[in-house]
C-alpha cells in the first residue's frame, strides 16, 4: 500500500471521495443574507419548534441531516460514520441529533474548523477503505453560542466594532467511495497557532495566522500557487481576520484579494445586517460550504476550491484565566474532477 | 485497495499499527491505588505546579506526552498527527496543551471514550497510508471536573453511593506503522445508546447499554466468543455499570465475570480510598490501559485484550434540561503480536 501523505502536514487520495450530497439549514437572519437562496431550509422561528436554544440546535442539525440523506438518495443506516461537532459545552448539539441515528459516531471538536476536520477524517476513512458512504455535520446556533461564551441574551450587551455573529446554521456533507463529485482530492491538517491575541471580540485575528500557515503549506506541500486554484476560501475569518490573511500573503508577493474570499464575510451583508466583521460558528463555514460553495463546484462556475475553515480553540474558562485564543485551520481540496493536486 | 470495513461497525487492519509507547501519569490518589506502580509519574502536587486546575490538566497532559516521546525515542516533530480530547469545555486541555508543538493537531471528543476513539482514528491514518506516526493524549482532572460538572470544591457536596471520582490522570500512546507491538488489529465504532438514564451521579448506569452494544456488535462482526480475548476491559463502568453489563451479557449466555474487567474499577481501591462506584474521567481509562494494560500485553501476561472505553455524552446544560445521558463506546482489539481476528 502506498503512502499518501505528502510534505509536511498533507495527504493525496488515490481514490478521492466523492461529495454526494450536502444540505445548509439556517434560520431567519441567514435567509435574509445574500447566500439566503442557497439554503435548502430556513426556519424562521429560531427555537425551531423547541423549548431551548440547545434543543434547536439539535433539532437544526437532525433536520440538515435528514435533507442531505434524502438528496444522496440513502438511509441513514447506509451510513458507515458520522462525524460531527458543534461549540457547545461537551458537543451536545452533535451527540443529542445523533442519539437515535443507530450510526458509528465519531465526535469532533475543531471549533468553527470542526466541518473542514470533519472532511478531512471523513474521506480519509472512505479512501483508506474504512467506509463506503459517511456523513459530516456541524452547526451553531447564535442564542446558545452567546449564552454560554458571552453574556446572557437579555443583557443586551454591546458588541465591539471587531465582533463576529454566530451563525445560526447548520452544514451536511454525505460522502461516498463512487459518485460523481465534487470530490475531495487533497488535504493539509493544520497545527495549533497562538498569536497572543486575547480579545475574544476580535477572533478574526486570533486565527488568520493559522490559516495562513496551513494554506502556506498546503501550497508548499503540493508545490502550487494561490493561482492554481480558482477560490480559495477561509471560514471564518470575517472583515478583520481576512484583512490580515491577505497582508500576510503579500508580504509573501502574493496578492490573494481577487480569488480568496472568507465564509465569514459571504454569509451575511455586514453592514446591512449589523453584523460588525462578519459571521462565525461552525455553521458559518458548514453551511457556506454545503450550500453556495458546493454548488458552485457542481454547476461548474468553479473548478478547484480550498476551503480553509478556521477555528478559535479558546474556553470562556481560559479566556477568565488570561490566557490568549490558540487558532486552528484545516484544509480541504474540493475540485469537479477527481483530478486533484 | 481492499475494503477493511467488516460486518455493521467494525475495521479489520491491513497492516496493524504499533504501538510503540505508551506513558500514563497521575497525582497522589492515582499514585496511592492498586496501579500506582505502572504510572510513569505521579505528581505529589495535584495543581502540578500551575496556578489554576484547567492549567494544571494542561501540564498533565505535556508531561505524558514528552514522556511517551522520550520511551519511543522519538521527538515531537516525527509525529504526523496528534489526535486528543478531554472534558474541559471547548477541549481546552488538549489545545492548550498541544498550542506550541507544531504538531498537526485534530480534537476529538467521546467524553471519557476518548482514548478508544483517538487509538482507532490513529490507527486509521497509518494503516491507511496517511501516517507513519501518530499520537493519541486524553486527560481528565478531578478538580477541573469537579467545579465544570457539579459543584465548587469548596462547597463539599456530599456524593452518592452511584457517584464516580473523576481521575487525575492522562494517557498517551505513540503509535506507528513499524514496530514490535502491541499492535491494533481490530476496532470497533459505538453507536450512542441512550437508556433514559437522567442522574448524573449514576453514569456507570447510562454507559453499561452502549459497552453492552459495541462488545455485542464487536463479536458478532468478527464472529467471535468472549473467551477469544484474554481480557475484555470496559473503561469506566464502575462498579454499578460493570454489574448491569454482567447482567446484560448473562441474558445472552455469556458469562464475562472471569474476563471481563473495568477501568473505574482498576485505578483505585474502592473501599479503602472512598470513591464510591470507582474512577471516571477520560483519563481513567487512558492512564489504565496506557500504563497497567499495555504494559501486560508487553509482558506476555495477555495476548488479547479488547478495551471498550465508554463515555457520557450530556453536559450540566442538557442535564437542567432534563435531557437523559446518551452513552457511547468504542472498541480496540489490542495483541501481542499482529494476528487479530
Excluded at 471538536?109 to 476536520?117: E, L
Aim: glycine letters at 12%.
Amino acid at each position: 500500500m502506498g503512502t499518501k501523505y505528502i510534505g509536511k502536514q498533507s495527504i493525496r487520495f488515490d481514490n478521492p471521495p466523492s461529495i454526494v450530497a450536502s444540505a445548509a439549514v439556517g434560520s431567519k437572519k441567514e435567509g435574509d443574507g445574500p447566500l439566503g437562496s442557497w439554503f435548502d431550509y430556513i426556519s424562521a422561528d429560531s427555537r425551531f419548534g423547541q423549548k431551548s436554544w440547545e434543543k434547536a440546535e439539535t433539532t437544526m442539525q437532525q433536520k440538515v441531516f435528514s435533507i442531505a440523506c434524502d438528496k444522496a438518495m440513502l438511509s441513514p443506516s447506509q451510513l458507515r460514520y458520522i462525524f460531527a461537532g458543534d461549540l457547545l459545552n461537551q458537543c451536545t448539539a452533535s451527540s443529542y441529533s445523533m442519539r437515535d441515528s443507530g450510526i458509528p459516531f465519531l465526535g469532533l471538536y475543531g471549533a468553527c474548523s470542526t466541518i473542514a476536520q470533519g472532511l478531512a477524517l471523513a474521506a480519509m476513512s472512505i479512501d483508506g477503505g474504512y467506509a463506503d458512504k459517511a456523513a459530516v455535520i456541524t452547526s451553531s446556533h447564535f442564542c446558545s453560542a452567546e449564552r454560554q461564551f458571552r453574556t446572557p441574551l437579555e443583557y443586551g450587551g454591546q458588541r465591539t466594532p471587531t465582533a463576529q455573529w454566530t451563525a445560526t446554521a447548520a452544514g451536511c456533507a454525505v460522502l461516498s467511495a463512487v459518485g460523481q463529485g465534487p470530490f475531495i482530492t487533497n488535504v493539509t491538517i493544520g497545527t495549533i497557532k497562538d498569536a497572543g491575541i486575547s480579545d475574544v471580540n476580535n477572533m478574526g485575528a486570533a486565527m488568520a495566522p493559522a490559516a495562513y500557515e496551513t494554506i502556506s503549506t498546503h501550497l508548499a506541500d503540493f508545490s502550487i500557487k494561490p493561482g492554481d486554484y480558482d477560490l480559495i476560501v477561509t471560514g471564518d475569518l470575517g472583515k478583520v481576520g481576512h484583512d490580515i490573511l491577505l497582508d500576510l500573503f503579500s508580504r509573501d508577493g502574493f496578492d490573494l484579494s481577487a480569488i480568496c474570499d472568507d465564509c465569514g464575510l459571504l454569509l451575511y451583508s455586514l453592514e446591512e445586517q449589523d453584523v460588525h466583521a462578519g459571521a462565525s460558528g461552525c455553521g458559518c463555514a458548514a453551511s457556506v460550504l454545503c450550500g453556495y460553495l458546493l454548488a458552485g463546484v457542481r454547476s461548474g462556475r468553479w473548478k478547484k476550491v480550498l476551503i480553509s475553515a478556521t477555528g478559535a480553540l479558546m474556553s470562556p474558562v481560559t479566556s477568565g484565566q488570561g490566557e490568549s485564543i490558540p487558532g486552528i485551520s484545516h484544509a480541504v481540496t474540493i475540485c469537479s474532477s477527481g483530478e486533484g493536486f
